[in-house]
């Protein structure tokens, strides 16, 4: 593992911060790389005060770059854009495009990644492809985004080749064509970009465009995942939720689910509520899984907004049953009480996460519960027909 003091250079602590901050070659340790962006920027690196500033949107909440220091950074950005300087016009817009140290303004963003992009900067041609094929501070373009990221690409630049390869492997703005896409995926992925490899990862592991390889997929997401990228970690988690490619880990899979809910995932918000709902991997919690399914339909994911509806209804009943047995207020009694209503959860394919099916011993517990008298379930909680329990129930 590198050290500080064998990087005494601007450009040498730089690329040490990147790797720090990016677990490549060693642990990922946001401060740490921090720590070491600031010292690189103290010695004039106009590089170190680019990631500084995405830092600082990443992570808002975190005491990583003072105001004071940001807007250092900005005077001294202006003044080199207004000299030309293509590095401080492509961090000067990335400043502009999310808002670090001045108000948001998308338009200004892509004027100023082209100016950089006219001069050549691979990153800046990047970004800019990217305001296109997102309509962000320019008319949406498609077929001018793939334009920037070839350019991008072609200099060998990892967001570049992910960018041109997402294109080809979805068909947006060039002919669908998934040998060019694996090709270039792969080339960003050797220069360790997150997203490359949590889509490579996600391609061999389902088999989607490519030959299956589960160990491949597995690999590859978890590199992605020591990276912290969200999709890696959900998808990952996934693997280790149904046993593809990974030993059969529901807690584990929860552990992955979690994560990508720290980085703001509404997929791995959705994916984490019915763990809760279904009681895989974790305790059931409806009120938790309702919690996390309403964060992730007010970022506009659209099954988290079909499923609340089920999720409001099935709090509701178990505020219900809990409310309705009261005098069973020990840990025993509404161990109890959320038993039968995993168990009509589960039966009732409402929240369905791998197999439904339940174990017999835990259908005779649930069963005995009921005819001993213990609980009273609301008619609405009827349980479809088991074959091994049918005149039990009746």
Not at 13 to 29: M, N
Not at 173 to 198: N, P
Not at 259 to 275: D, H, I, P, W, Y
Request: hydrophobic residues 35%.
């Amino acid at each position: 593992m590198a050290t500080e003091e064998a990087c005494p250079d601007a450009a040498a602590l730089c690329e040490l911060a990147v790797r720090t901050l990016y677990g490549r070659g060693t642990q990922r340790h946001i401060t740490q790389s921090v720590r070491l962006f600031q010292r690189a920027a103290e010695d004039g690196s106009v590089e170190a005060w680019g990631h500084l500033a995405r830092i600082s949107v990443k992570h808002p909440t975190g005491a990583v770059v003072s105001d004071s220091d940001q807007q250092a950074a900005l005077a001294a950005w202006r003044t080199r854009v207004d000299a030309g300087d293509a590095d401080a016009q492509f961090y000067l817009g990335t400043c502009y495009e999310f808002g670090a140290g001045v108000q948001e303004d998308c338009e200004e963003a892509a004027r100023l990644y082209r100016l950089s992009a006219d001069q050549g900067d691979a990153c800046a041609q990047c970004n800019l492809g990217g305001c296109y094929v997102n309509g962000k501070g320019v008319d949406l373009d498609f077929e001018k985004g793939v334009h920037f990221f070839k350019l991008s690409a072609d200099q060998g630049s990892a967001k570049g080749q992910y960018r041109l390869g997402y294109c080809y492997k979805n068909g947006i703005g060039v002919q669908r064509d998934r040998y060019e896409a694996i090709r270039l995926l792969k080339l960003s992925a050797d220069q360790g970009e997150a997203r490359a490899l949590s889509c490579l990862g996600t391609m061999y592991s389902k088999g989607r465009g490519i030959r299956r390889d589960a160990a491949e997929g597995i690999r590859l997401l978890r590199l992605g995942t020591d990276q912290g990228n969200h999709r890696a970690l959900y998808t990952l988690g996934d693997c280790y939720l149904h046993g593809n490619g990974a030993p059969k880990d529901p807690a584990q899979a929860v552990r992955l689910y979690k994560a990508a809910t720290e980085q703001g995932s509404v997929k791995g918000m959705f994916r984490l509520a019915q763990c809760y709902m279904a009681g895989t991997g974790i305790d059931c919690s409806p009120e938790k899984a309702v919690t996390l399914l309403q964060r992730s339909s007010t970022k506009g994911f659209g099954s988290a907004k079909a499923l609340l509806p089920r999720a409001l209804e099935a709090r509701a009943r178990l505020c219900w049953t809990i409310e309705r047995h009261a005098c069973l207020d020990t840990e025993v009694g509404r161990s109890r009480v959320a038993a039968v209503f995993l168990c009509h959860l589960r039966l009732s394919r409402e929240w369905e996460i791998g197999k439904p099916a339940l174990p017999t011993e835990l259908w005779l517990m649930i069963l005995g519960h009921l005819t001993l008298g213990d609980l009273e379930l609301p008619p609405s909680l009827s349980f479809p027909g088991h074959p091994e329990t049918a005149s039990l129930i009746d």
